[in-house]
């Protein structure tokens, strides 16, 4: 079974100090260690810190590879659990009594070590009534593992540690179960490592196939689309996906990439799957824009990066991207959006320094005629390019 390889790194104290003694013995022939010069002082009491620095280190890896399989591969390790019971409450009464969310009970695990438990919900005791349902009142261990499990017994007692005078008795219906202990890292990562020679890199869903499809050199942005086959333009097939490629600069890769992406996918895909790697359709934006800039502000240099700011808006290598990513220039997301919205093409205009207000604002597809509404891009993996910006100030 495969196991963890921890990193090789020596925090043992003699063994650190006796590779400081045979490095000095490397540079310095016939150097040997005396307890009263100062030199060997000075190596133990400088490795004493070498060495507490080496265990912090030696932890390192362990909580980035447990960060790794929990968060990256998916494969959690298993958490601590608190044990649980169900339990039936008598009054001493029937004048109706309310047991309070986390009210402190015990079971004992031996005659001096009580365990406690607290409710897990409010549970009333109606008036007329002496007793909950039996089995009405759940309680869950203080602290999370093992040790809570298999306490008491079914009909044995149940302790008050929170004094309520009201209560007579407490039993439980069956003993504690579903303690668990959090799994030790070595345990883990032994299990990580044997899990993850399962994997291995096989598209499944439409976005594997894009994933997949940045492998390949030269490809820094895909999409697919599921279903959609490019000989007909039809849509909802069956065992079928279409993956549109671009590169840094957003344009449509070359054949011999698009080959070696078709290539790789299809190495990869399952039986009877079709994989079509397609170009995305390219739509020219053109603004027309008159702003108010703010007195002092050179109107011909704020309209130059009024000009930058639509440019880079309708640059095809961004477009599509998650604007909540920690670096959106490095994101690869690319999200299917056929739309150019004015709004947004105003908020850009608004961010740039300098502009007081927008005084008048037209887009159209390049050759259209220019208006208010927004632009819907065509084909089936569309992306804008800037066209003419043309910007006057008032």
């Not at 009263?36 to 390192?60: C, F, H, K």
């Amino acid at each position: 079974m495969p196991e963890y390889i921890s990193v090789p790194i020596e925090v043992e104290p003699i063994d650190v100090v006796q590779l400081a003694i045979t490095r000095m013995q490397e540079q310095f022939p016939g150097w040997q260690p005396n307890q009263g010069n100062l030199d060997t002082w000075l190596i133990y009491s400088l490795l004493s810190e070498a060495v507490q620095l080496r265990e912090v280190a030696s932890d390192v890896p362990t909580s980035i590879f447990r960060y790794f399989g929990a968060n990256v591969l998916q494969i959690p390790p298993v958490d601590a659990s608190e044990a649980v019971c169900d339990t039936t409450w008598t009054a001493r009464d029937n004048l109706g009594y309310t047991i309070a969310a986390g009210t402190q009970v015990g079971i004992r695990a031996t005659g001096d070590e009580l365990v406690p438990f607290e409710v897990m919900a409010d549970v009333p005791i109606p008036p007329g009534s002496t007793a909950t349902q039996a089995g009405e009142v759940p309680i869950q261990a203080m602290e999370a593992g093992a040790d809570g499990s298999g306490l008491g017994s079914p009909g044995g007692p149940v302790e008050l540690i929170d004094p309520l005078d009201w209560v007579q008795s407490i039993v439980q219906v069956g003993v504690t179960t579903g303690g668990v202990d959090a799994e030790e890292d070595f345990v883990y990562l032994n299990r990580l490592a044997a899990l993850a020679q399962l994997l291995s890199p096989r598209p499944i869903l439409p976005n594997d196939f894009a994933v997949l499809s940045r492998s390949i050199a030269g490809v820094a942005r895909a999409t697919a689309i599921d279903g959609y086959n490019p000989a007909d333009s039809s849509t909802n097939n069956e065992r079928m996906v279409a993956v549109a490629v671009i590169d840094a600069a957003g344009n449509a890769e070359d054949a011999t990439t698009k080959n070696a992406v078709d290539a790789y996918l299809e190495s990869l895909r399952e039986v009877n799957f079709i994989v079509n790697v397609i170009d995305p359709t390219y739509t020219t934006i053109d603004v027309q824009y008159s702003i108010h800039v703010l007195p002092t502000f050179d109107p011909p240099s704020t309209i130059s990066d009024v000009d930058d700011a639509l440019n880079g808006y309708l640059d095809p290598s961004g477009w599509g991207r998650d604007p909540n990513a920690l670096d959106v220039d490095q994101d690869p997301t690319w999200v299917n959006n056929p739309n150019v919205r004015l709004y947004e093409v105003a908020q850009q205009i608004n961010t740039v320094r300098g502009v007081d207000y927008i005084a008048s604002l037209q887009i159209r597809k390049s050759g259209g005629t220019f208006g208010t509404a927004d632009i819907v891009m065509t084909g089936i993996a569309p992306l804008p390019r800037p066209g003419t910006m043309t910007g006057t100030s008032v």
